[in-house]
Nanobody, 115 residues
Framework: QVQLVESGGGLVQPGGSLRLSCTAS???????MGWYRQAPGEQYELVAQ???????IYRDSVKGRFTISRDNAYNAVYLQMSSLKPEDTAVFLC??????????WGQGTQVTVSS
C-alpha cells in the first residue's frame, strides 16, 4: 500500500507562485507520478505527469508555467507553479501509477488563486 501526502497548497494572488510537494510512504522509483486537479463542479484533470525515467508531460494550459520534478531519494514529487491564474483554483492531488495498473492517491491540497 502506497500512501501519498500532499502539501504546499494555499491562497495566492494572480501571478503568484506555489510549490506543491507529495511524499510517498514507499520508494517511488518504479512509479509514474502525476498531479491532477479538480475544480469546483468539474471533473478531475491531469495537470502534469513524470515517468519513472523522469520524462514529463503537461496539459496545454500549464505549459511554460508549471514544472513537475521528482526526487526518488526522498520519495517525493513536486509541482512548481508560477504565473498562477484564477482558473488554476482547484484541489490538487498526487497520484502514483504502476506499470501493472495499480493507482494510489493522496488526499489533496487546496490551491486558491484570488486577489
Amino acid at each position: 500500500q502506497v500512501q501519498l501526502v500532499e502539501s504546499g497548497g494555499g491562497l495566492v494572488q494572480p501571478g503568484g507562485s506555489l510549490r506543491l510537494s507529495c511524499t510517498a510512504s514507499v520508494s517511488i522509483g518504479v512509479y509514474t507520478m502525476g498531479w491532477y486537479r479538480q475544480a469546483p463542479g468539474e471533473q478531475y484533470e491531469l495537470v502534469a505527469q513524470i515517468s519513472s525515467r523522469g520524462e514529463p508531460i503537461y496539459r496545454d494550459s500549464v505549459k511554460g508555467r508549471f514544472t513537475i520534478s521528482r526526487d526518488n531519494a526522498y520519495n517525493a514529487v513536486y509541482l512548481q507553479m508560477s504565473s498562477l491564474k484564477p482558473e488554476d483554483t482547484a484541489v490538487f492531488l498526487c497520484g502514483a501509477f504502476s506499470a501493472t495498473g495499480y493507482q494510489y492517491w493522496g488526499q489533496g491540497t487546496q490551491v486558491t488563486v484570488s486577489s
